[in-house]
């Protein structure tokens, strides 16, 4: 899939043959590029169902996108370092699982002078204006459930700040904890996948 992950889309059994149609159990496993170590899930059976205006039905399990989570989990890929010229919406799309749903962001230049506005105490402690370096982790495996007509995401990470020193040293100034539940619906729109998202909590 990328430099991150690999799918398994092997036959799981041969094809049924219908007079009308030909269904293809195919597995749908994803996994940790080259580790291929069976993922703590168990794939339960689902039907699509019966419809005939349409020449070719796609139905995704809610194991594959258990498998995704935590094979992009295990292989690190929610662990991201914005330094610099921070893209805003790489911090949005990491609190509410929005890799996959590509948006327009604006670019701007953060300090500690921002934070420090926000938070008295890390204003005492930063009185000079400094770059500053965020690290982003996921504590937990996001947890993806699919409901009648969206899907919904859970994910704990935390939020490391550091100030950036003049001789390029890193000062940590504070970390938080995040957890973010969100929904997010799938809709086809001038003929491109779009997804709208709305935060729970």
Known sequence: IDDFTEVDYSLNSLPVVFQPFIDLNLKGTVYPAGNYTGPPYAAAPFTIPDQSDSMLYLAFSEYFFQTSSFAY?????????????VKSGKLICFLTFFFFFPQTCSYFNISSEIFGSIIPEVAKYSVT???VML?????????ISLEQDSFTAEIQGSMEVFAVLPDSATQSLFTMNIAANTSIALNIFDQK???SLC???
């Open 193 to 195: 996948l779009m997804g």
């Open 129 to 131: 204006p400094y770059p």
């Open 199 to 201: 935060l729970n909590r």
């Open 135 to 143: 690290k982003l982790m996921a504590t937990e495996v996001p947890i």
């Open 73 to 85: 989990y295990s292989a690190g890929a929610f662990n991201i370092t914005i330094a610099e010229e």
